[in-house]
T-cell receptor, first 116, second 112 residues
Framework: AQTVTQSQPEMSVQEAETVTLSCTYDTSESDYYLFWYKQPPSRQMILVIRQEAYKQQNATENRFSVNFQKAAKSFSLKISDSQLGDAAMYFCAYRPTQGGSEKLVFGKGTKLTVNP | AAGVIQSPRHLIKEKRETATLKCYPIPRHDTVYWYQQGPGQDPQFLISFYEKMQSDKGSIPDRFSAQQFSDYHSELNMSSLELGDSALYFC???????????FGPGTRLLVL
């Protein structure tokens, strides 16, 4: 079974600085999708960024970028120029592209605090 | 842009009662997913539907059932509610060729 591990239960960063959240996963599949979702105090699940495993280029969305290391099964999220509104729980999620199941498998989450 | 709509947003029930949660996917999305998130937990997959047919099933109790209707909205029916069913229930939708699941705001269920 696929598993997703986020080894940092909590992280903190100063406003305007950069922080990296870690995520590793375990799968025997060769093709899959990886996601980072943000859950602020409102508890809405908001997509931050998506990576297709067959793409070697790391995904980027404005201040958010990933470091995808397929061989190491690592998928970290870098937040640059951190803002107070970035404070939230961040979930890493995995989804295979084949095999019938489309469910997202989530990590336990990392709570990010942004200090002014 | 239109988002996933869930109703009700909050629900309080007594033990052994029933509850029905509704989900209206983003227009032209044909796949709906249900997740349950307990306090301090990550979301857990319950069940999904594609074109009104069940496409996958996760750790959904037998007391729960769900379906997708002709207009693609979905309902999660929960019977014989237990205290442990108190959680945030998310619906997410997806439309091909996109691979991303977009989440609704969730329904907060409290069982007393």
């Amino acid at each position: 079974a696929q598993t997703v591990t986020q080894s940092q239960p909590e992280m903190s960063v100063q406003e305007a600085e950069t922080v990296t959240l870690s995520c590793t996963y375990d799968t025997s599949e060769s093709d899959y999708y990886l996601f980072w979702y943000k859950q602020p105090p409102s508890r809405q699940m908001i997509l931050v960024i998506r990576q297709e495993a067959y793409k070697q280029q790391n995904a980027t969305e404005n201040r958010f970028s990933v470091n995808f290391q397929k061989a190491a099964k690592s998928f970290s999220l870098k937040i640059s120029d951190s803002q107070l509104g970035d404070a939230a729980m961040y979930f890493c999620a995995y989804r295979p592209t084949q095999g019938g199941s489309e469910k997202l498998v989530f990590g336990k989450g990392t709570k990010l605090t942004v200090n002014p | 842009a239109a988002g996933v709509i869930q109703s009700p947003r909050h629900l309080i029930k007594e033990k052994r009662e029933t509850a029905t949660l509704k989900c209206y996917p983003i227009p032209r999305h044909d796949t709906v997913y249900w997740y349950q998130q307990g306090p301090g937990q990550d979301p857990q997959f319950l069940i999904s539907f594609y074109e009104k047919m069940q496409s996958d099933k996760g750790s959904i109790p037998d007391r729960f059932s769900a379906q997708q209707f002709s207009d693609y909205h979905s309902e999660l029916n929960m019977s014989s509610l237990e205290l442990g069913d108190s959680a945030l229930y998310f619906c997410a939708s997806r439309g091909l060729p996109q691979e991303t699941q977009y989440f609704g705001p969730g329904t907060r269920l409290l069982v007393l």
